[in-house]
């Protein structure tokens, strides 16, 4: 409901208003709180955190008013985007989204942000190579079926099908990331 139409003129508007907008996210540390610490710290935003139980109690805050803004999971949202009870603003990931092609990515405003949400298939260390590398091969035969492909393309997720060794370099850069976002946030384990 705020009179912006991009993140340029959202920036703006929350820099001439600091401390006095609301974002909502789904709880103390969570993926979309801690997105938006990165946001606030890289474009310099006075911003109040209200965290809600939940993605959907968030989502619920936005469109009722109750804050003025929020980030949340593609796959929380199309319905929402659908009936036009949210705005898309921009996406967090480096590019913009298939789903999304008219959103601009947050990079678009703020110069090599990167803060997409991941899912990796983990096995427990000293798991022998074999082992891995099977279940690396599994995954992605699951991830190269074109049904598989076009659901996951449908809800906003974008599918990579690294190896091992992509994933664990991918793995520790994002973890130096969330260490940051933590930081920032000042979350603390409960």
Known sequence: KLPVNSLQELIAYAKERPGKLNFASSGQGSTSHLVMELIKA????????VPYRGGSPAIQA???GDVQMGVEGLPSLPAHLKAGTIRPIAVTSSARAATLPNVPAVAEAVPGFDATAWIIVFAPTGTPAPVVERMAAETKR???DAGARARLAE???TVSGAGPSETAALHQR???KF???VE???AKAE
């Open 184 to 186: 920032l946030s000042g």
């Open 142 to 144: 699951a991830l190269d």
């Open 42 to 49: 890289d474009a310099k935003l006075d911003l109040v955190h």
């Open 174 to 176: 994002e973890m130096a």
């Open 179 to 181: 260490k940051r976002a």
């Open 62 to 64: 936005v469109i009722a």
């Open 155 to 157: 809800i906003g997720a």
